[in-house]
């Protein structure tokens, strides 16, 4: 027996977190640690971690904005303890999935796509 086809509004919602995750400069192997253990933006920016998880060095700052951007399209969720939400990300069933059929590296996007995405995630209303 066979799943059911995704919806629509799943399809869309994939190519989205596929074409930004393509865009962004974190590495494959800073998805499949966040789907492992939680992280936050201080231990993904440190200097020890900067070329195994990301393709360029990134500051604290500039890594959290990254993270909120990628929880708006539903690929990463704050992590949630005894106090309510904390400052650590790890990856939702949707970030698993659009993952999935990356085995080495996740491949680069090409220039149109890279201006598609800057401009979604800088100018969405145009």
Same mark, same amino acid.
């Given at each position: 027996m066979?799943?059911?086809?995704?919806?629509p509004?799943?399809?869309?919602? &994939?190519r989205?977190?596929?074409?930004? &995750?393509?865009?962004?400069?974190?590495?494959?192997?800073f998805?499949?640690?966040?789907d492992?253990q939680? &992280?936050s933006?201080?231990?993904i920016?440190?200097?020890a971690n900067?070329g195994?998880?990301s393709r360029?060095?990134?500051?604290?700052?500039?890594?959290?904005?990254? %993270?909120?951007? =990628?929880?708006?399209?539903?690929v990463?969720?704050?992590?949630v303890?005894?106090?309510?939400?904390?400052e650590?990300?790890? =990856?939702?069933?949707?970030?698993? $999935?659009?993952?999935?059929?990356?085995? $080495?590296?996740i491949?680069?996007a090409?220039? %149109?796509?890279?201006?598609?995405?800057w %401009?979604?995630?800088?100018?969405p209303? =145009?």
């Open positions: 066979s799943s059911p086809a995704p919806s509004q799943r399809q869309r919602a &994939m989205r977190a596929r074409q930004a &995750m393509r865009c962004l400069p974190f590495r494959l192997a998805y499949r640690e966040i492992g939680a &992280m933006s201080l231990q920016a440190a200097p900067a195994r998880l360029t060095p990134l500051s604290a700052n500039h890594t959290e904005d990254l %993270l909120i951007w =990628l929880i708006r399209l539903g990463l969720r704050r992590e303890d005894g106090q309510g939400l904390t650590r990300v790890r =990856l939702t069933p949707l970030g698993r $999935d659009s993952i999935a059929d990356w085995r $080495d590296t491949p680069p090409g220039p %149109l796509t890279r201006l598609s995405h %401009l979604r995630q800088h100018r209303r =145009l």
